[in-house]
């Protein structure tokens, strides 16, 4: 949240990543209503969003995102988040190995297939 923010905030970057005409996939920086790691509460509270994997999803908005990946723990925000049309699946995040890190971006590409078509 906190980069990705800021980066989105450059005029015009929101609007190009937007109107690429490829998937976006995002995956949750936050994971049982607390991030992952930094400081992503605090600037979501600065800007009135909820430290919620729901929250953040809907902050950036189906304009934006096609997809959101959030925790297993917080497996009842899908139904929220694909609400508000982003498509949403539950998996686990924590890249606590490489075969953690694989599968999460395994997962990533498959919804990203999934919203393409």
């Known amino acids: 949240m906190v980069s990705v923010g800021t980066i989105l ?3 015009g ?3 190009a990543i937007a109107d690429a005409g490829v998937p976006v996939v995002g995956l949750s920086p936050i994971v ?3 991030p992952v790691r930094g400081m992503a509460d605090k600037v979501l509270a600065a800007v009135g969003v909820e430290s919620t994997a729901a929250a953040v999803a809907k902050h950036y908005g189906s304009g934006l995102l096609d997809g959101w990946l959030v925790d297993t723990v917080d497996a009842g925000a899908v139904e929220e988040v694909e609400a ?3 498509r949403c699946r539950a998996i686990p995040l924590m890249m606590a190995d490489l075969k953690a890190t694989a599968a999460m971006a395994a997962e990533a590409l498959a919804l990203a297939e999934e919203v393409r078509g």
Do not use: F, M, Q, Y
């Open 13 to 15: 970057v929101r609007e």
């Open 9 to 11: 905030a450059v005029p």
């Open 84 to 86: 508000a049309g982003i």
């Open 32 to 34: 049982g209503d607390a």
